[in-house]
C-alpha cells in the first residue's frame, strides 16, 4: 500500500502525514515510516543509509520468535515500557528508557523479542539503516544512554567515528528530544547532509510548518531550522548523508 501525498511546504521543508503502510499480525503490529516517500518523485523509499523508521507495537505477553537478520543495521528505541530481547550468542538483555540497543546483523545475527503477561503495552521505533558493505562482522551493542534534559536534543548513535554511544555502520547520527508545551529547539544539522524529524508523540512546528503525531518532516534547507512543540512533544530526528555508499540488501529495510 502507497502512502498518503507528502508536501513540499516550501523551499527544501518536505512534510509527510501518518503512514498508511502497516501490517498487523494480532499482538505485533508495526508501521513503516519510508523517508524517501517524503520527496516527491525520488526513485528509492530509503533516504540514503536510513532505510525506514518503523512504529512498532507489542501487547504483553507477545514473543516473536528467533529469526535473522542480514546486512542491515536495526535499532531499537524504547522511550516508555521494556522490551526483552535474547539471540543465539546468549545475550538477555532488556531495552527501555535508560538503554539503547544496536544490532549489527552484517552476515547474519538470530535474535527473538518479547513481552511478558505482566510487561506494560510497547509502542517503540525500530529504525533500519543500510550499512556501507555487504556482510560485516555480526555483532550487538546494548548500552545505557544519558539522561535527557527537556528541550535539547540527546546524542544516541551515529557512524563509528562519532562520539555518540552507539554506533551504525554507515552515516546516519540518530538524536531525540522531549520538548514542553511551547518550547523551542534548533533542528539538527551537518554540512552537506539532510535531516529527517518524526514526531513520535504531540505536536510541533517546523520551521513554521505543522507536523502532528506520527507525522514526519524531510529538510534539505542549509539553514538553522527552529522546532517548537505546540503541546507536550517527544522527537527524533536523523542527520543523514545522501550520497553516502549503501547497501541495500537488508532483510527488512532494504
Known amino acids: 500500500m502507497e502512502d498518503s501525498a507528502s508536501s513540499q511546504t516550501q523551499s527544501g521543508i518536505y512534510t509527510s502525514p501518518r503512514t498508511e503502510v502497516s501490517q498487523n499480525q494480532g499482538k505485533f503490529r508495526i508501521h513503516f515510516n519510508f523517508p524517501g516517500r517524503a520527496v516527491p518523485g525520488h526513485d528509492d523509499h530509503g533516504y540514503g543509509p536510513l532505510a525506514t523508521v518503523v512504529e512498532s507495537f507489542m ?25 526483552r530481547h535474547d539471540d543465539r550468542k546468549g545475550n538477555e538483555l532488556v531495552t527501555d528508557p535508560e538503554h539503547l540497543m544496536v544490532m549489527n546483523a552484517g552476515s547474519g545475527f538470530w535474535h527473538a523479542e518479547e513481552t511478558l503477561a505482566d510487561d506494560p503495552p510497547l509502542r517503540m521505533l525500530q529504525i533500519f539503516v543500510r550499512p556501507h558493505s555487504l556482510d560485516l562482522d555480526p555483532g ?33 547520527h540518530f538524536y531525540d528530544c ?35 503525531y506520527t507525522e514526519s518532516a524531510l ?24 550520497d553516502a555508499p549503501i547497501t541495500r540488501q537488508g532483510t527488512i529495510g532494504r
Open 59 to 83: 501487547d504483553p505477553g507477545t514473543l516473536i520468535r528467533m529469526h535473522q537478520h542480514r546486512n542491515e543495521e536495526i535499532i531499537s528505541w524504547v522511550p516508555d515500557g521494556v522490551m
Open 140 to 172: 550487538i551493542q546494548h548500552e545505557p544512554i544519558p539522561g535527557s534534559t527537556p528541550n535539547e536534543w540527546r546524542h544516541l548513535f551515529g557512524p563509528e567515528e562519532s562520539d555518540a554511544p552507539l554506533f551504525v555502520r554507515n552515516d546516519v
Open 178 to 212: 522531549r520538548l514542553d508545551a511551547g518550547g523551542t529547539t534548533t533542528l539538527p544539522s551537518r554540512s552537506g547532509w539532510d535531516t529527517y524529524c518524526y514526531v513520535f508523540e504531540g505536536a510541533v512546528d517546523i520551521g513554521g510548518e505543522s507536523v502532528g
Open 219 to 242: 529538510v534539505t534547507e542549509e539553514s538553522e531550522v527552529s522546532v517548537t512543540a505546540t503541546e507536550e512533544s517527544t522527537i527524533v530526528a536523523f542527520t543523514i548523508n545522501p
